[in-house]
């Protein structure tokens, strides 16, 4: 079973920067995507960015041109540079992958227990 295991989240000031790091272990093969997931209180979970297998990216417009992700030269491992961090990017990210299973591709999505983030305005 995938376990994914994220760390360096904690409290920044306002234009600060973190990096937060996942870990995947376990079943990790035919990886369709990597992804970067943030829950703030009161909200529902929203998508913030994402890396595909052959590397492509995406990210939610809140944070383009501040956030990066990346995936390690182990595939097994991602990241996410935050910079220029604003009181809105306070919450509990989450890592998700995303692999396929089955002689047709059928997906199944794994996620961590989550790393708090908190920047202070």
């Known amino acids: 079973q995938v376990q994914l295991v994220e760390s360096g989240g904690g409290l920044v000031q306002a234009g600060g920067s973190l990096r937060l790091s996942c870990e995947a272990s376990?079943?990790?093969?035919?990886?369709?995507?990597m992804a970067w997931y943030r829950q703030a209180p009161g909200k529902q979970r929203e998508l913030v960015a994402a890396?595909?297998?052959?590397?492509?990216?995406r990210y939610a417009d809140s944070v383009k041109g501040r956030f990066t992700i990346s995936r390690g030269s182990v595939k097994s491992s991602m990241f996410l540079q935050m910079n220029s961090l604003k009181s809105d990017d306070t919450a509990v990210y989450y890592c998700n992958l995303v692999r396929a299973y089955g002689p047709w591709g059928s997906e199944m999505g794994f996620w961590g227990k989550g790393t708090l983030v908190t920047v202070s305005s």
């Open positions: 376990g079943g990790i093969f035919r990886i369709n995507e």
């Open positions: 890396v595909s297998d052959s590397g492509l990216t």
